[in-house]
């Protein structure tokens, strides 16, 4: 069988001892400076495909961002609009991600003459510039039409430019392939095992199992459903048994203004320079965060009232936005726009600040109107005598009474909420009042009711000590409302003593209250 040595043709050689060379030429310096020779060009060949590469990268991100801007355009074809706002509108559209916005960095030893890699936004603001340039001088009366031709215009030649680096990078992997080389040797084959050790086999699980289980008094109860209320689905009275500090409320959101976000806010609105001189020395402003916790902050300060500080907050979290929007490289262009007198970016700006302020302002004020802000319009009871001379005592029934009337009212007792059993058994009216607070007007009505039934409350007259100046005063008082009182064709409602409370009745001298 032949033996084909055709590979070895590409072997690169530049110490061959045949060379012939001039007899007044040193035969080693030749073969150094041949030898030279042929590491420089191998140099040069894989930086022209190193850059090669990297120049494919970005342009293959700026085509995407070329495509998109045109898709954005095509989308206002038939808005009545300025075409330069259209434009710019549409510039915005199309910035897409903005941690995507930065290009990668160039490898070692490319384009090294730049100090920093432009980014996407600022190639595509310079792209739109000079189409605006051309169009100014073209003069054409389809201004918008003009713009697409030329963006359009600018998407050849990039890809025009893709395919001449493609061709020409083909060309220099299939020379720099022809050449063998030291860095082409390469391990054919190499393999190599390690014996190992077999893992003790794991004890087998025992067959049988305990189960461990609770003995109750009751095994029904468990299995019983509990009683839930039909309209809330909470059992009734638990309302009343959460007491202060039982629970913890959750956070009403998770987005909050930050620290930095409210020292922004101080900055006054048009005062632009403030503005850019605050986010070049804080970039970590432009954030999203910050702007969702900008445009929360100016809701809730809509619905405190704080309008001039709520468009602040508005104002401010869209100058974030767009700025976030644009890159770093187009803050400066952005700022420089808005702050040109009758430029079409300071309209834009200004009327989406209008219209999100404008939502915000109906929204809370909807909300407002729906859950309203007035405390005193929620009714609750509240006991309270009605002689201010009059003590309420609450009687709590023994549990173990033999006596008929005190076992129907402990039953009474023990149908109550635990939280309002703890209530009454402290004895304290207050303690009582903010349990029947937490309850709805109709269950705290049928509480105070059953109260009445149970004779858990009593009166005592305050005794008045006439020995003292102020027991003299109050003495006086007393025999004054008196003989007013016997002055009247009919005494008050409220006043009437009816004895023993009934049934549907609440206690003579006590008053249920709604606040």
């Given amino acids: ?86 434009v710019f509108q549409a510039l915005i559209e199309s910035a897409g991600d903005p941690a995507k916005d930065q290009p990668p960095k160039p490898p070692e030893g490319v384009h090294t003459q730049e100090k920093e890699q432009p980014k996407y936004s600022k190639m595509m603001g310079s792209l739109v510039d000079q189409v605006k340039k051309d169009v100014d001088e073209e003069k054409s009366p389809k201004r918008f039409q003009a713009y697409v ?12 430019l893709q395919q001449e680096l493609l061709v020409k990078l083909a060309e220099l992997e299939k020379e720099e392939g022809s050449k063998i080389t030291s860095e082409s040797i390469h391990f054919g084959f190499s393999s190599s095992s390690v014996a190992k050790a077999k893992p003790q086999s794991e004890s087998k699980p025992s067959s049988t199992s305990k189960k461990e289980t609770v003995e109750v008094l009751n095994p029904a109860a468990l299995k019983r459903e509990p009683l839930n209320r039909s309209d809330t689905g909470i059992s ?40 850019f001189q605050f986010i070049s020395e804080n970039p ?22 704080k309008e001039v500080y709520a468009r602040t907050c508005v104002h401010h979290g869209l100058l974030l936005q767009y700025c976030r929007s644009l890159g770093r490289d187009g803050i400066g262009l952005f700022f420089k726009r808005i702050t040109t007198k009758d430029h079409q970016a300071g309209k834009v700006f200004s009327d989406d600040v209008t219209s999100t302020y404008g939502r915000i302002k109906t929204r809370a004020a909807e909300l407002s109107k729906e859950n309203g802000k007035d405390p005193a319009g929620v009714e609750q009871i509240q006991l309270h005598a009605v002689d201010p001379d009059t003590k309420i005592h609450i009687v709590v ?6 006596d008929f009337t005190e076992k129907a009212a402990r039953e009474i007792f023990d149908r109550f909420p635990p ?36 004779g858990m409350l009593s009166l005592e007259q305050g005794v008045i000590d006439a020995t003292t100046e102020e027991g003299q005063e109050q003495l006086k008082k007393l025999e004054e409302q008196n003989r007013e009182q016997m002055g009247n064709e009919e005494m008050p409602m409220e006043l009437v003593d009816s004895g023993e409370p009934g049934e549907d009745e609440t206690p003579a ?3 249920a209250v709604k606040t």
């Avoid at 031709?149 to 025009?160: A, E, R, T, Y």
């Avoid at 029934?397 to 033999?402: K, L, T, V």
Wanted: proline fraction near 2%; charged fraction near 35%.
């Fill in 1 to 86: 069988m032949p033996v084909d040595y055709s590979k070895w043709d590409a072997l690169e050689l530049s110490d061959d001892s045949d060379i012939e060379v001039h007899p007044n030429v040193d035969k080693r310096s030749f073969i150094k400076a041949k030898q030279n020779q042929i590491h420089m060009q191998r140099d040069q060949r894989r930086h022209e495909i190193t850059t090669l590469k990297y120049e494919r990268i970005i342009n293959d991100g700026l085509l995407e961002r070329i495509d998109a801007l045109i898709t954005a355009l095509k989308k206002h074809e038939n808005d009545s609009r300025n075409p330069d706002e259209l």
């Fill in 149 to 160: 031709d030329g963006i359009q215009g600018h998407l050849s030649k990039v890809q025009n």
């Fill in 236 to 275: 009734s009275g638990a309302e009343a048994d959460i007491e202060d500090g039982s629970l913890q409320e959750a956070d009403e959101s998770d987005i909050k203004i930050s620290s930095i976000a409210k020292e922004f806010t101080k900055i006054k609105i048009g005062d632009y320079r403030a503005c």
């Fill in 284 to 305: 970590q402003v432009v954030a999203e965060k910050e702007t969702d916790g900008l445009l929360v902050e100016a809701f809730n300060a809509q619905l405190d009232g």
């Fill in 397 to 402: 029934p023994q549990a173990n009474s033999e």
């Fill in 419 to 454: 939280g309002l059993q703890r209530a009454l058994e402290s004895a304290n009216l207050d303690e009582v009042n903010k349990v029947l607070g937490k309850m709805s007007v109709e269950e705290a009505e049928e509480v105070v009711e059953q109260l009445g039934q149970g």
């Fill in 509 to 511: 001298g006590l008053q």
